[in-house]
């Protein structure tokens, strides 16, 4: 079946421009998370949804960062006012929500940014 | 706050030969443990997870790890490494059940990049 997809694959942006990364998690998965790689963070926590609710963002690094589900499936990642710091890859994570800690998280290919 | 230390940012191995990636975990209750594969411009695929249903986990393509809580170590091994095992391999680790924060994001490992020489 179809895994997370994730859109642009890649996406270069000017200092101070607002993009909008999107994430198609896998059908049913009623759980989706945001993360990002860094070369000098590692993987970070951004935020979680629970359906369309987002129960926690404690991992967002600014106000910059926001994001929103629809309809259950669809997220879309914004930042806005990009900054050098931005970049890096954005990975989205689906599961099915229903295992609690245990449930496996399927990771998309991820959006590289590149803020020059 | 849970978090995970991945021992070796480097490991280099040649073909055949056995595979050790070291994982210890900080937990002030009983964790669930997980290894992903990133293989270079991919996401993260699952290789295995402990889930306290037994403590020697076999994953996929020939990965085992074995849960040590009085190590409190998760370390990953592999009898033989192929050349296709050449990948980042990152350990993470889930929020308690008991936090009641409702939110499973994975707290990872700095990640542990395998090269497998021929």
């Known amino acids: 079946g179809a895994g997370v997809s994730q859109s642009p694959s890649n996406k270069v942006t000017e200092k101070g421009k607002d993009v909008e990364l999107r994430c198609d998690p896998i059908s049913g998965h009623t759980a989706l998370y945001w993360y990002r790689q860094s070369l000098g963070q590692g993987l970070e926590f951004l935020i979680y949804f629970q359906g369309n609710s987002a129960p926690d963002k404690s991992g967002l690094p600014s106000d910059r960062f926001s994001a929103e589900r629809t309809g259950g499936s669809v997220s879309t990642l914004t930042i806005q006012r990009t900054q050098q710091e931005d970049s890096a890859v954005y990975l989205c994570a689906s599961s099915l929500g229903i295992s609690g800690p245990s449930d496996t998280q399927y990771f998309g290919p991820g959006t590289r940014l590149t803020v020059l | 706050a849970q978090s995970v230390t991945q021992l070796g940012s480097h490991v280099s191995v040649s073909e055949g030969a056995l595979v050790l990636l070291r994982c210890n975990y900080s937990?002030?209750?009983?964790?669930?443990l997980f290894w992903y594969v990133q293989y270079p411009n991919q996401g993260l695929q699952l290789l295995l997870k402990?889930?306290?249903?037994?403590?020697l986990v076999k994953g996929i393509n020939g990965f085992e790890a074995e849960f040590k809580k009085s190590e409190t170590s998760f370390h990953l091994t592999k009898p033989s490494a192929h050349m296709s095992d050449a990948a980042e391999y990152f350990c993470?680790?889930?929020?308690?059940?008991?936090?009641?924060?409702?939110?499973?994001?994975?707290?990872f490992g700095k990640g542990t990049k395998l090269s497998v020489i021929p």
């Open positions: 402990y889930t306290s249903a037994a403590t």
């Open positions: 993470a680790v889930t929020s308690s059940p008991y936090s009641g924060a409702g939110s499973y994001q994975l707290t």
């Open positions: 937990s002030s209750v009983p964790p669930y």
